[in-house]
């Protein structure tokens, strides 16, 4: 059983398209994220949803928006895709936040490596 | 705001020996920190977190890590190094216990082991 999954694991696709990705968790956890690793290996954090509200943004272009539809899913839509935002983007999901707070972690899915041409 | 900054893109060890990759931290508040790992090709494994407590902290894989608030420094040690530790290694601070606001991640350490 996967704790995290994302679905494609490899996407490829034109300067301009739209594209999602999907990002399913089992483990009851209810804060998600998505990461961006570019090129270098670099992580941030790009956005963070604790019960369906979005709770961080770290001035991510307006192009990606996150879509929640239930506490077990959060999908990340990407329109206009530009040859920057070629990367590996990350899912992840950790407890509530107000929850057990000395044992959380997040889990990471396995990654989806976007290619933009 | 927070920040890692992890010294050394690379690091090369002879296989059995120590492994030692430094991590320093600033926060204006006390932080949590964390260890990730990553294999190639895969997604960020948790290897061992602070959150309070005991500052010398053991994870998986028989690394561990040891919290110094008088020098920000989070540094991950493995006694003996072992082929199968050639990863990623990322050092990564939340002010939340479990990273609940999102990690601000260190650059990465490569981890190179010679046969």
């Known amino acids: 059983d996967t704790a995290v999954s994302q679905t494609p694991k490899y996407l490829v696709t034109q300067m301009g398209n739209d594209k999602s990705i999907k990002c399913e968790q089992n483990?009851?956890?209810?804060?998600m994220y998505w990461y961006k690793q570019d090129s270098k290996k670099f992580l941030k954090i790009m956005f963070s949803y604790n019960n369906k509200e979005l709770i961080i943004n770290e001035t991510v272009p307006n192009r990606f928006s996150p879509k929640s539809p239930d506490k077990a899913h959060l999908n990340l839509h990407i329109n206009s895709l530009e040859l920057g935002d070629s990367a590996v983007y990350f899912c992840?999901?950790?407890?509530?936040?107000?929850?057990?707070?000395?044992?959380?972690?997040?889990?990471f899915g396995p990654g989806t490596r976007l290619t933009v041409l | 705001a927070q920040s890692v900054t992890q010294l050394g893109s690379h690091v090369s060890v002879s296989e059995g020996a120590l492994v030692l990759l430094r991590c320093n931290y600033s926060s204006s508040v006390p932080p949590y920190l964390f260890w990730y790992v990553q294999y190639p090709n895969q997604g960020l494994q948790l290897l061992l977190k602070y959150t309070t407590g005991a500052t010398l902290v053991k994870g998986i894989n028989g690394f561990e890590a040891e919290f110094k608030k008088s020098e920000t420094s989070f540094h991950l040690t493995k006694p003996s190094a072992h082929m199968s530790d050639a990863a990623e290694y990322f050092c990564?601070?939340?002010?939340?216990?479990?990273?609940?606001?999102?990690?601000?991640f260190g650059k990465g350490t490569h981890l190179i082991i010679q046969p």
């Open positions: 990564a601070v939340s002010l939340a216990p479990g990273g609940a606001d999102g990690l601000t």
């Open positions: 483990l009851g956890h209810d804060t």
């Open positions: 992840a999901s950790s407890q509530d936040r107000l929850g057990d707070r000395g044992h959380n972690e997040q889990f």
